[in-house]
């Protein structure tokens, strides 16, 4: 900036006097122009100088609805936006929802959790009571409850029996059930010769003759597992009173015989031919002898004596 030209037309170079220049300028635009209005301030006086008279005139005209409707019928297709039709509390009205609010609606209306206020508007809390209750085994579901992932999940397990273990209670093995629901398969029943029942995790691991045979052989070798039912097989549970080392060693064995189950019953689905349940049992009687001896070997005889002599 080189000056300012003061009101009498003489051009100022000066700082302090190019300041006053532009402060007489602005104290004249502004003087005497502020006025109070409802609850601010304007400038009128700048408004009134630069807008013509009857555009003035036609902003200060109030307008009613009808007319709004009648300068938007112009717009593209013709169509006045929903908000502007003026609705009225003299009918009931319907709105569009979610596409997904029903499944949600008919989904909480099967769980009798969602009818508890407390629950229902805390999703961790009801997420939790869910996971408690359900057992999605050979379904859908959330989870299992906390004792059943402790029991399934023992301190000192290997991680392959561990991973099966988590999959047989949460139900996510390929076995042909699931695969004949997702067109994998041509039927869902069990491959085994003789046995036309569905092929489910329950079948594979206790209700099929061929498992119910090996779990025969082996309780009838080792007793820590006297009394089991499918209870204790899918989940863990019904080991009865045993506690420390000796219910760690039953829910060791149980994990070694599913692991062979599923072995001999194939990856594919295919059953192994030539494998009977007399050789799954030596399978798992193999598996168990070389533990031991690894314990031997670490601890010594007496001492691994000590901490095996419930399956020896």
Not at 136 to 148: E, I, K, M, S, T
Request: aromatic share 10%; charged share 30%; net charge positive.
């Amino acid at each position: 900036m080189v000056g300012l030209r003061g009101l009498d037309g003489k051009i100022q170079t000066g700082a302090v006097e190019m300041v006053g220049v532009a402060t007489e300028f602005y104290r004249g635009l502004f003087e005497n122009r502020v006025v109070e209005e409802g609850v601010g301030k304007r400038f009128p006086g700048l408004v009134e100088e630069r807008v013509p008279e009857e555009v003035r005139a036609a902003l200060e005209t109030p307008f009613n609805l009808e007319e709004l409707r009648k300068a938007l019928g112009g717009m593209k297709g013709g169509k006045v936006p929903g908000f502007l039709v003026g609705w009225d509390n003299k009918a009931p009205k319907a709105e569009r929802v979610p596409a997904h609010l029903l499944w949600v609606v008919r989904w909480a209306r099967r769980h009798e959790e969602c009818a508890d206020r407390d629950l229902v508007v805390d999703h961790r809390r009801l997420y939790k009571a869910l996971r408690e209750k359900l057992r999605p085994v050979g379904g859908l579901g959330v989870g299992v409850g906390r004792g059943v992932w402790a029991a399934v999940q023992p301190k000192g397990l290997d991680n392959r029996l561990k991973d099966l273990n988590w999959l047989i209670a949460y139900g996510r093995l390929p076995v042909r059930d699931v695969l004949y629901r997702h067109s994998l398969t041509q039927d869902r029943f069990c491959p085994r010769a003789g046995c036309r029942e569905r092929e489910t995790v329950q079948h594979v691991f206790w209700g099929c003759a061929f498992a119910q045979e090996v779990w025969g052989l082996v309780k009838g070798r080792y007793g820590v597992l006297e009394g089991l039912r499918q209870e204790g097989v899918i989940f863990g549970e019904g080991l009865g009173k045993k506690k420390g080392r000796d219910k760690f060693l039953a829910m060791l064995l149980m994990s070694v015989v599913k692991y062979k189950l599923w072995v001999a019953r194939g990856e594919k689905g295919e059953v192994k031919q030539g494998w009977t349940a007399r050789g799954v049992f030596q399978m798992v009687k193999g598996d168990v002898e070389r533990r031991y001896g690894w314990e031997v070997l670490r601890w010594g005889f007496h001492a691994a004596w000590e901490r095996w002599k419930a399956l020896m």
